[in-house]
């Protein structure tokens, strides 16, 4: 450690460039399906919410690499395993998720008029599985090398922001309670 800050692991800085790149992908897939949405007369709800959201995800992969290097956290193998085999079967739920929801599915909240609710998939027992994902995964990437304070502070903030995002999709998609 030099000047309070402790070296990374280049596996870990590796792994949230994943998720990184990851996350890009589905924007890159979020984006053709906007447009799909749109030519059938998909209309966009909550917009508000969407810049906090992108930038509460953008800041839980910078406070992995922060909060591991400035607190020098450290790696405790039964925990940090753990954490990275739930990382890993929770990209595999959240892309069953976009893949259930098809051309429907979306960052933003963009409904197409006429169109029945999807109920396959994880959609058949949950009616927001990704964001179990979502929620899931704000725990386990920190966890990863132990950033327990980005998973706390990530997984508050995150509560805050569905709450807006929940009302904004289920009033959307003609849902209650």
């Known amino acids: 450690m030099r000047h309070g800050v402790a070296a990374l692991p280049v596996w870990l800085v590796v792994l949230v460039a994943a998720v990184a790149a990851e996350r890009m992908a589905e924007l890159v897939v979020s984006v053709r399906h906007s447009r799909w949405a749109r030519a059938r007369g998909g209309v966009e709800h909550g917009r508000g919410h969407y810049p906090v959201m992108v930038a ?20 405790v193998p039964v925990v940090g395993w753990s954490a990275l085999c739930a990382v890993v079967l929770l990209q595999g739920l959240r892309w069953w998720c976009v893949r259930s929801l098809g051309p429907r599915w979306n960052t933003r909240v963009i409904v197409v008029p006429g169109l029945p609710l999807v109920r396959r998939g994880p959609y058949r027992w949950l009616r927001h599985p990704n964001y179990l994902v979502v929620a899931a995964e704000g725990v386990a990437l920190p966890l ?23 009302r904004v999709e289920n009033a959307a998609l003609g849902l209650t309670g």
Do not use: C, I, M, P
């Open 56 to 75: 509460l995800h953008t800041a839980l992969l910078a406070g992995v690499l922060v909060e591991v290097a400035v607190a020098g956290r450290a790696f």
């Open 144 to 166: 990863v090398h132990s950033a327990w304070l980005t998973a706390l502070l990530f997984t508050a903030a995150n509560a805050a922001v569905l709450t807006v995002r929940l």
